[in-house]
Protein backbone atom coordinates (compact mmCIF):
# COMPACT_ATOMS: atom_id res chain seq x y z
CA UNK A 1 0.00 0.00 0.00
CA UNK A 2 0.90 3.55 -0.72
CA UNK A 3 2.40 5.92 2.58
CA UNK A 4 0.35 8.70 2.98
CA UNK A 5 2.05 11.98 2.18
CA UNK A 6 2.43 14.15 5.65
CA UNK A 7 2.17 17.75 5.26
CA UNK A 8 5.71 19.28 5.55
CA UNK A 9 6.65 21.31 8.80
CA UNK A 10 5.18 25.03 7.91
CA UNK A 11 6.92 28.31 8.31
CA UNK A 12 6.23 31.10 10.97
CA UNK A 13 5.35 34.68 9.22
CA UNK A 14 3.52 37.87 11.09
CA UNK A 15 -0.45 37.55 9.99
CA UNK A 16 -2.15 41.03 11.20
CA UNK A 17 0.58 41.14 13.98
CA UNK A 18 0.17 37.97 15.15
CA UNK A 19 2.70 34.94 14.60
CA UNK A 20 1.36 32.19 12.04
CA UNK A 21 1.19 29.51 9.69
CA UNK A 22 -0.41 28.61 6.28
CA UNK A 23 -2.00 26.10 8.20
CA UNK A 24 -4.50 28.30 9.76
CA UNK A 25 -4.34 31.43 7.40
CA UNK A 26 -4.52 29.67 4.16
CA UNK A 27 -8.31 30.20 4.56
CA UNK A 28 -8.92 32.99 5.50
CA UNK A 29 -11.34 34.76 3.50
CA UNK A 30 -13.68 31.87 4.10
CA UNK A 31 -12.79 32.30 8.08
CA UNK A 32 -13.49 35.72 7.78
CA UNK A 33 -16.36 35.58 6.09
CA UNK A 34 -17.67 32.28 8.43
CA UNK A 35 -21.21 32.36 8.82
CA UNK A 36 -22.09 31.97 12.52
CA UNK A 37 -25.79 30.77 13.93
CA UNK A 38 -27.41 31.93 16.88
CA UNK A 39 -27.06 28.77 19.01
CA UNK A 40 -23.44 27.85 17.97
CA UNK A 41 -20.81 27.50 20.90
CA UNK A 42 -17.60 28.16 20.15
CA UNK A 43 -14.62 26.88 22.35
CA UNK A 44 -12.00 29.46 22.03
CA UNK A 45 -8.52 28.77 23.26
CA UNK A 46 -4.77 29.40 23.47
CA UNK A 47 -3.41 26.55 22.47
CA UNK A 48 -2.64 23.40 25.26
CA UNK A 49 -5.26 25.01 27.59
CA UNK A 50 -7.44 22.52 27.74
CA UNK A 51 -9.39 23.04 24.57
CA UNK A 52 -9.83 19.04 23.86
CA UNK A 53 -10.70 18.42 27.62
CA UNK A 54 -13.53 21.01 27.59
CA UNK A 55 -14.92 20.32 23.74
CA UNK A 56 -15.10 16.42 25.20
CA UNK A 57 -17.44 17.41 27.85
CA UNK A 58 -19.67 19.91 25.61
CA UNK A 59 -20.23 17.04 23.33
CA UNK A 60 -21.21 14.40 25.81
CA UNK A 61 -23.46 16.90 27.39
CA UNK A 62 -25.26 17.46 24.02
CA UNK A 63 -24.99 14.81 22.31
CA UNK A 64 -24.63 11.90 25.12
CA UNK A 65 -27.92 10.04 23.57
CA UNK A 66 -27.26 9.67 19.82
CA UNK A 67 -24.45 7.66 20.29
CA UNK A 68 -23.91 5.87 17.38
CA UNK A 69 -23.52 8.33 14.98
CA UNK A 70 -21.59 10.27 17.55
CA UNK A 71 -18.53 7.82 17.53
CA UNK A 72 -16.20 9.64 15.73
CA UNK A 73 -12.52 11.44 17.01
CA UNK A 74 -13.54 14.87 19.01
CA UNK A 75 -11.35 16.70 15.85
CA UNK A 76 -14.67 15.73 13.50
CA UNK A 77 -17.44 16.14 16.14
CA UNK A 78 -16.37 19.75 17.19
CA UNK A 79 -14.33 21.07 13.90
CA UNK A 80 -11.41 23.35 14.50
CA UNK A 81 -12.51 26.60 12.54
CA UNK A 82 -9.55 28.19 11.08
CA UNK A 83 -7.90 24.59 10.21
CA UNK A 84 -6.68 24.05 6.37
CA UNK A 85 -4.55 21.45 6.79
CA UNK A 86 -3.36 18.99 3.71
CA UNK A 87 -5.52 15.68 3.79
CA UNK A 88 -8.49 17.27 5.61
CA UNK A 89 -11.29 19.27 4.51
CA UNK A 90 -10.93 22.58 5.89
CA UNK A 91 -13.00 23.60 9.08
CA UNK A 92 -14.90 26.23 7.33
CA UNK A 93 -16.07 23.56 5.15
CA UNK A 94 -17.26 20.79 7.59
CA UNK A 95 -19.27 23.33 9.77
CA UNK A 96 -20.96 24.70 6.93
CA UNK A 97 -22.05 20.83 6.64
CA UNK A 98 -23.47 20.32 9.86
CA UNK A 99 -26.89 20.40 10.40
CA UNK A 100 -26.90 19.39 13.87
CA UNK A 101 -27.64 21.96 16.60
CA UNK A 102 -26.03 23.54 18.26
CA UNK A 103 -22.74 23.52 16.58
CA UNK A 104 -19.74 23.19 18.49
CA UNK A 105 -16.81 25.08 17.32
CA UNK A 106 -13.45 24.79 18.04
CA UNK A 107 -11.33 28.10 17.40
CA UNK A 108 -7.32 28.97 18.61
CA UNK A 109 -7.96 32.63 17.13
CA UNK A 110 -7.20 35.88 19.38
CA UNK A 111 -9.91 37.65 19.83
CA UNK A 112 -9.60 40.47 17.60
CA UNK A 113 -9.50 38.13 14.64
CA UNK A 114 -12.38 36.33 15.20
CA UNK A 115 -15.02 36.51 12.58
CA UNK A 116 -17.40 38.92 13.12
CA UNK A 117 -20.68 36.79 12.95
CA UNK A 118 -19.95 35.11 16.67
CA UNK A 119 -20.44 38.70 17.85
CA UNK A 120 -23.34 39.85 15.33
CA UNK A 121 -25.10 36.39 16.09
CA UNK A 122 -24.57 36.77 19.83
CA UNK A 123 -23.11 33.38 20.79
CA UNK A 124 -22.13 31.64 23.06
CA UNK A 125 -18.29 31.46 24.07
CA UNK A 126 -16.18 29.65 26.50
CA UNK A 127 -13.07 30.09 27.00
CA UNK A 128 -10.20 27.94 28.44
CA UNK A 129 -6.76 29.63 29.72
CA UNK A 130 -4.30 27.68 31.54
CA UNK A 131 -1.20 29.14 33.06
CA UNK A 132 1.59 30.27 31.07
CA UNK A 133 4.22 27.83 32.22
CA UNK A 134 2.11 25.11 31.80
CA UNK A 135 1.08 26.15 28.35
CA UNK A 136 4.42 26.75 27.14
CA UNK A 137 5.78 23.28 28.22
CA UNK A 138 2.42 21.20 26.69
CA UNK A 139 2.61 23.45 23.63
CA UNK A 140 6.80 22.45 23.41
CA UNK A 141 5.88 18.81 23.61
CA UNK A 142 3.11 19.17 21.31
CA UNK A 143 5.07 21.00 18.54
CA UNK A 144 7.82 18.22 18.90
CA UNK A 145 5.18 15.61 17.71
CA UNK A 146 3.01 17.29 15.28
CA UNK A 147 4.14 17.39 11.81
CA UNK A 148 1.82 20.74 11.38
CA UNK A 149 3.53 22.86 13.70
CA UNK A 150 7.08 24.31 12.85
CA UNK A 151 9.76 22.59 14.58
CA UNK A 152 10.27 23.60 17.94
CA UNK A 153 14.18 23.12 18.49
CA UNK A 154 15.50 23.16 21.98
CA UNK A 155 13.94 23.64 25.02
CA UNK A 156 15.55 26.97 25.95
CA UNK A 157 14.85 28.60 22.61
CA UNK A 158 11.27 27.70 22.71
CA UNK A 159 10.69 29.23 25.67
CA UNK A 160 12.35 32.38 24.43
CA UNK A 161 10.29 32.42 21.54
CA UNK A 162 6.88 31.75 23.60
CA UNK A 163 8.21 35.50 26.06
CA UNK A 164 8.55 36.92 22.66
CA UNK A 165 5.14 35.83 21.57
CA UNK A 166 6.28 34.03 18.31
CA UNK A 167 4.35 30.97 18.35
CA UNK A 168 1.78 29.68 16.34
CA UNK A 169 -1.56 32.04 17.65
CA UNK A 170 0.58 34.49 18.58
CA UNK A 171 1.19 35.69 21.97
CA UNK A 172 0.01 33.74 24.99
CA UNK A 173 -0.16 37.02 27.23
CA UNK A 174 -1.92 38.97 24.61
CA UNK A 175 -4.40 36.08 23.67
CA UNK A 176 -5.30 35.69 27.42
CA UNK A 177 -5.26 38.90 28.18
CA UNK A 178 -7.74 39.86 24.93
CA UNK A 179 -10.09 37.66 25.36
CA UNK A 180 -10.15 38.38 29.38
CA UNK A 181 -11.00 42.63 28.16
CA UNK A 182 -13.26 41.09 26.06
CA UNK A 183 -15.46 39.23 28.63
CA UNK A 184 -15.80 42.20 30.57
CA UNK A 185 -18.11 44.06 28.60
CA UNK A 186 -19.70 40.85 26.43
CA UNK A 187 -22.06 38.76 28.60
CA UNK A 188 -21.91 35.59 26.47
CA UNK A 189 -18.53 34.57 27.15
CA UNK A 190 -17.56 32.11 30.05
CA UNK A 191 -13.89 32.57 31.18
CA UNK A 192 -12.36 28.95 32.62
CA UNK A 193 -9.40 28.36 34.06
CA UNK A 194 -7.75 24.39 33.80
CA UNK A 195 -5.88 24.94 37.27
CA UNK A 196 -10.03 25.17 38.56
CA UNK A 197 -10.90 22.27 36.39
CA UNK A 198 -8.03 20.06 37.48
CA UNK A 199 -8.44 21.04 41.01
CA UNK A 200 -12.54 20.26 40.96
CA UNK A 201 -13.89 19.21 37.31
CA UNK A 202 -17.48 18.70 39.04
CA UNK A 203 -17.62 22.28 40.42
CA UNK A 204 -16.37 23.16 37.15
CA UNK A 205 -19.18 21.50 35.11
CA UNK A 206 -21.91 22.76 37.31
CA UNK A 207 -20.65 26.58 36.34
CA UNK A 208 -20.42 25.24 32.28
CA UNK A 209 -24.35 23.62 33.13
CA UNK A 210 -25.84 26.94 34.51
CA UNK A 211 -23.61 28.97 31.92
CA UNK A 212 -25.82 26.85 28.95
CA UNK A 213 -28.40 26.23 30.46
CA UNK A 214 -28.60 22.34 31.07
CA UNK A 215 -29.76 20.81 33.91
CA UNK A 216 -28.62 17.21 33.86
CA UNK A 217 -29.05 14.85 36.47
CA UNK A 218 -26.67 14.19 38.87
CA UNK A 219 -26.13 10.59 37.62
CA UNK A 220 -25.75 12.05 33.89
CA UNK A 221 -23.15 14.89 35.62
CA UNK A 222 -20.95 12.22 37.63
CA UNK A 223 -20.89 9.96 34.67
CA UNK A 224 -19.57 12.51 32.11
CA UNK A 225 -16.85 13.77 34.65
CA UNK A 226 -16.13 9.91 35.41
CA UNK A 227 -15.61 9.51 30.94
CA UNK A 228 -13.58 13.05 30.97
CA UNK A 229 -11.16 12.24 33.52
CA UNK A 230 -7.49 12.01 32.24
CA UNK A 231 -6.96 8.23 32.44
CA UNK A 232 -9.91 7.34 30.52
CA UNK A 233 -9.72 10.30 28.14
CA UNK A 234 -6.01 8.87 27.20
CA UNK A 235 -6.97 5.32 26.52
CA UNK A 236 -10.12 7.03 24.44
CA UNK A 237 -9.45 6.72 21.09
CA UNK A 238 -11.93 9.20 20.01
CA UNK A 239 -10.60 12.04 22.43
CA UNK A 240 -6.62 11.39 22.22
CA UNK A 241 -6.43 12.48 18.79
CA UNK A 242 -4.76 8.81 18.73
CA UNK A 243 -6.39 8.51 14.90
CA UNK A 244 -4.47 11.80 13.47
CA UNK A 245 -1.35 10.20 11.35
CA UNK A 246 0.21 14.14 11.70
CA UNK A 247 0.78 13.36 15.65
CA UNK A 248 3.67 10.92 16.49
CA UNK A 249 2.73 9.64 19.75
CA UNK A 250 6.30 7.91 19.98
CA UNK A 251 7.42 11.66 20.38
CA UNK A 252 4.96 12.47 22.91
CA UNK A 253 1.50 11.36 23.31
CA UNK A 254 -1.43 14.02 23.13
CA UNK A 255 -2.74 13.24 26.28
CA UNK A 256 0.80 14.20 28.23
CA UNK A 257 0.55 14.28 31.54
CA UNK A 258 -3.07 16.04 32.45
CA UNK A 259 -1.44 18.30 35.26
CA UNK A 260 -0.54 21.24 36.88
CA UNK A 261 2.77 22.42 38.18
CA UNK A 262 4.57 20.28 35.63
CA UNK A 263 6.66 22.88 34.39
CA UNK A 264 8.60 22.45 37.49
CA UNK A 265 10.29 19.49 35.31
CA UNK A 266 11.55 21.71 32.78
CA UNK A 267 12.26 25.09 33.87
CA UNK A 268 15.83 25.57 35.73
CA UNK A 269 16.05 28.10 37.91
CA UNK A 270 17.18 30.47 35.88
CA UNK A 271 14.64 30.60 33.20
CA UNK A 272 12.15 30.53 35.84
CA UNK A 273 13.21 33.64 37.07
CA UNK A 274 13.83 34.89 34.02
CA UNK A 275 10.08 33.99 32.93
CA UNK A 276 8.97 36.21 36.07
CA UNK A 277 10.85 38.94 35.77
CA UNK A 278 9.39 39.02 32.13
CA UNK A 279 5.78 38.48 32.34
CA UNK A 280 3.94 40.74 30.73
CA UNK A 281 0.84 40.96 32.28
CA UNK A 282 1.00 43.95 34.81
CA UNK A 283 -1.57 46.37 33.36
CA UNK A 284 -4.40 42.91 33.67
CA UNK A 285 -6.81 41.57 36.71
CA UNK A 286 -6.81 37.97 35.35
CA UNK A 287 -5.03 36.09 37.81
CA UNK A 288 -3.37 32.55 37.22
CA UNK A 289 -2.12 29.34 39.88
CA UNK A 290 0.72 27.91 38.65
CA UNK A 291 0.18 25.29 41.09
CA UNK A 292 -3.18 23.75 42.67
P1 LIG B 1 -0.27 18.34 28.84
O1 LIG B 1 0.56 18.39 27.60
O2 LIG B 1 0.27 19.25 29.91
O3 LIG B 1 -0.48 16.96 29.35
P2 LIG B 1 -5.45 21.19 24.13
O4 LIG B 1 -6.57 20.23 24.04
O5 LIG B 1 -5.87 22.61 24.29
O6 LIG B 1 -4.45 20.98 23.04
O7 LIG B 1 -4.68 20.90 25.51
C1 LIG B 1 -3.94 19.72 25.70
C2 LIG B 1 -3.51 19.65 27.14
O8 LIG B 1 -4.67 19.36 27.95
C3 LIG B 1 -2.52 18.52 27.38
O9 LIG B 1 -1.71 18.95 28.48
C4 LIG B 1 -3.48 17.40 27.76
O10 LIG B 1 -2.87 16.33 28.43
C5 LIG B 1 -4.44 18.16 28.65
N1 LIG B 1 -5.70 17.43 28.86
C6 LIG B 1 -6.52 16.91 27.93
N2 LIG B 1 -7.54 16.26 28.49
C7 LIG B 1 -7.40 16.40 29.83
C8 LIG B 1 -8.13 15.93 30.96
N3 LIG B 1 -9.22 15.21 30.81
N4 LIG B 1 -7.67 16.26 32.18
C9 LIG B 1 -6.55 16.99 32.34
N5 LIG B 1 -5.80 17.45 31.31
C10 LIG B 1 -6.22 17.15 30.06
Not at 5 to 32: A, C
Not at 42 to 50: H, R, S
Not at 107 to 122: A, D, I
Request: glycine letters at 4%; charged letters at 25%.
Amino acid sequence: CKRMELPPRPKLFDFHGVSMTNYFTGNWDNVQNFQARPDDILIATYPKAGTTWVSYILDLLYYVQTAPERQRPIFEKVPFLELLIPLYPPGVEVLDKLTTSPRLIKSHLPVQLLPKSFWEQNCRIVYVARNAKDSAVSYFHFDRMNRTQPEPGDWNNFLQRFMDGKMVFGSWYDHVTGWWEKKQTHSKILYLFYEDMVEDTGRELDRLCSYLGLSPSAEEKERVRGVVQFDNMKKNSMANYSTLPIMDFKISPFMRKGKVGDWKNHFTVAQNEQFDEDYKMKNTTVQFRTVV
